[in-house]
């Protein structure tokens, strides 16, 4: 088949990969190249670099709704076209300039977690599995037909950054399904349940702390949800150095029972014996952190280079 691919995010890698192997992908659209990094240099989204690397016709726009961008289109004749993390909403005409067929890749089992961050916020809810949704392109956000759906269980320790991954290796064979069954005239769209939607908004550096108080499953579900981006930053008041400074919590263990040598008045935040916090409800057992302008080390590396220490407390960041 001849496909148009559209998309911008890591997600879409392994689908676009796949796509190259068994099928001839005329062009591929991608956002156009950002600054990045501390030197703040122009560069290409993973999807626009890898096609580059690949000699495949390349269409960078910073709106591809207008008529001049739908019209660079008409020569490459597309059979369908796959979008999958693109970043920009397509308009009805650039949807019937893409194919017989326009599907979309999310990371959700929809109509759960419509919108920007579906890892995320299934990794903030504690939900136990989750999956990936091949759409129709609609004008509401996420809530076009579908035509298949992949799930997975997620892991205790899991972090955004992870299931992401492992929901972007979903993608190539689940979007196979679909195009082989629109080749042979079988594909049957299911229209979803909107009484069952759920909204999944798009996270900022403000959503990236943690709140104490809640149980301890809450607070490392938080933890998880927000590694590696936007990343869970809390105050941290040092004993040792009787200052305060940030630091970056990456991966926990929740305990909402009290070990025996814990009094239930500690407030909230504060370090206990063994890299216990106090929380709410319970505390959270601190594997993996992070403080400003060092690598992430594991909690017991931490601990001996940092001097974090019974007696020092943490606290939520202003939002």
Not at 180 to 187: A, K, N, P, V
Not at 217 to 234: A, D, F, Y
């Amino acid at each position: 088949m001849r496909i148009i691919f559209v998309g911008s995010g890591e997600f879409g890698l392994p689908t676009l990969e796949r796509l190259h192997q068994q099928h001839d992908v005329v062009a591929v659209v991608s956002q156009p190249d950002r600054p990045a990094g501390r030197k703040r240099q122009l560069t290409p989204t993973p999807i626009a670099a890898w096609a580059q690397q690949q000699s495949l016709p390349l269409l960078k726009a910073d709106d591809v709704n207008t008529n001049a961008f739908i019209e660079q289109l008409a020569p490459y004749q597309p059979d369908a076209a796959v979008v999958v993390a693109f970043g920009q909403k397509l308009s009805p005409g650039l949807i019937d300039a893409l194919g017989k067929l326009v599907v979309n890749l999310h990371g959700s089992l929809l109509p759960k977690y419509r919108g920007a961050a579906p890892v995320n916020w299934a990794l903030i809810n504690g939900d136990t599995r989750t999956g990936v949704t091949v759409i129709g392109l609609a004008q509401r956000m996420d809530a076009g037909a579908m035509y298949a759906q992949a799930e997975l269980q997620i892991t205790p320790h899991e972090t955004a950054g992870e299931l992401h991954d492992r929901l972007a290796q979903l993608g190539p064979d689940i979007i196979e399904q679909v195009l082989d069954r629109f080749e042979q005239g079988i594909l049957e769209p299911q229209h979803q349940d909107d009484t069952q939607a759920t909204r999944a908004p798009k996270l900022s550096k403000a959503d990236g702390t943690a709140d104490f108080t809640q149980p301890a499953e809450q607070v490392r579900n938080r933890i998880h949800g927000l590694t590696p981006w936007p990343g869970c930053r809390v105050n941290w008041h040092c004993q040792h150095t009787g200052q305060t400074q940030p630091l970056t919590l990456r991966r926990a263990d929740a305990m909402p029972n009290l070990p025996d040598f814990v009094k239930t008045d500690t407030p909230p935040g504060t370090v206990l014996d063994g890299m216990l916090v106090m929380t709410g409800q319970g505390v959270i057992k601190l594997l993996e952190l992070q403080a400003a302008g060092t690598r992430p080390m594991n909690a017991h590396a931490f601990a001996n280079g940092h001097h974090l220490a019974p007696g020092d407390h943490l606290e939520m960041l202003d939002r």
